[in-house]
């Protein structure tokens, strides 16, 4: 059974970091591509970033470039993002999703992904 579960959000001030974490079982990292997405309260679901399966390539939104960092740890099944420098525009329900998919491609299409988080909520007060 496949399982992925986020952690690591919170309440954080404006210019303040977060690291969400990813856990993943019943499957491995090293052949699927792993994306975090968020959905702030009136918008559409978005993808924030996103890794391969070799864990060489990452894309990321425009809106988080040089803020977030996604990275992973094989070892621990577990992915993480990294943020920083975060604003009241990052506040959203933030979860991580898998799609099997080999090698250095990342997948970039929600609907193409499989499996997914709950979710974790990260409020950034002003």
């Known amino acids: 059974q496949v399982e992925l579960a986020e952690s690591g959000g919170g309440l954080v001030k404006a210019g303040g970091s977060l690291r969400l974490s990813c856990a993943v079982s019943g499957l491995h990292l090293s052949m699927y591509s792993i994306g975090w997405f968020r959905q702030a309260p009136g918008k559409d679901q978005e993808l924030v970033a996103a890794i391969s399966a070799s864990g060489r390539n990452t894309v990321y939104a425009d809106s988080v470039k040089g803020l977030f960092t996604i990275s992973r740890d094989a070892a621990k099944n577990t992915v993480y993002l990294q943020m920083n420098n975060v604003t009241p525009e990052d506040t959203a329900v933030y979860y991580c999703?898998?799609?099997?998919?080999?090698?250095?491609?990342?997948?970039?299409?929600?609907?193409?992904?499989?499996?997914w988080g709950q979710g974790t909520q990260v409020t950034v007060s002003s």
């Open positions: 999703a898998a799609d099997r998919l080999l090698g250095n491609r990342v997948q970039i299409l929600q609907s193409e992904y499989d499996y």
